[in-house]
């Protein structure tokens, strides 16, 4: 009983397989019909508003200021970053569920804030053209930020009532399910 190759198969460690970086690549298909637009235009109008906020140069009462600042350059970062998850491989390393997930519940939270602060900021500013334009495309990216939530919904509302059964199985006279075991049909 000494013979320890018996063993060797079973308690020998296996070696495991190198990890390897994986490939970062540019795809579009991720983010087709009505999708890539939407991406687009909310990380552009994002943007748009940062740069805007970025350019007041005097501010009379700069608390809105700071606040827009803040939630216009964090819904350009995260609409960017969910675009690029959407544009790279790294969304089947995440998985479709996971990243639909995260963009489902992101958008509207991202397009309340940006309203909020888009309010607050109107509400604050001296009414200098610049400060103007940042409102303006706050409220135009949180249109889009709740537009594409709306169409998620609509979307999510009609895969739920194509994915019901049209009637209780057990009311159905053919399902198998409902037949007995020891009779024959």
């Not at 895969?159 to 399910?177: F, I, L």
Request: aromatic content about 12%; overall charge positive; some cysteine.
């Amino acid at each position: 009983m000494e013979d320890d190759t018996v063993y060797n198969k079973t308690t020998e460690p296996q070696a495991k397989a190198p990890r390897r970086c994986p490939r970062i690549g540019f795809t579009l298909r991720h983010l087709r019909g009505w999708r890539l637009p939407v991406k687009v235009v909310q990380t552009l109008f994002s943007f748009v508003a940062l740069v805007c906020e970025e350019i007041v140069d005097d501010c009379s009462s700069c608390s809105g200021l700071y606040i827009f600042e803040f939630i216009s350059c964090s819904a350009f970062l995260l609409s960017l970053l969910i675009l690029s998850v959407y544009c790279t491989d790294l969304y089947k390393s995440l998985g479709e569920d996971k990243v639909q997930k995260l963009n489902f519940w992101t958008v509207p939270v991202i397009g309340v804030l940006f309203l909020l602060a888009s309010i607050v900021f109107s509400a604050t500013c001296s009414g200098s053209p610049v400060e103007i334009a940042a409102c303006v495309f706050g409220f135009f990216s949180s249109l889009v930020f709740a537009a594409e939530f709306g169409i998620e919904l609509f979307l999510r509302q009609k895969q739920k009532r194509t994915d019901e059964p049209s009637g209780h199985p057990a009311k159905t006279r053919r399902a198998k399910e409902n037949r007995p075991l020891n009779k024959k049909p």
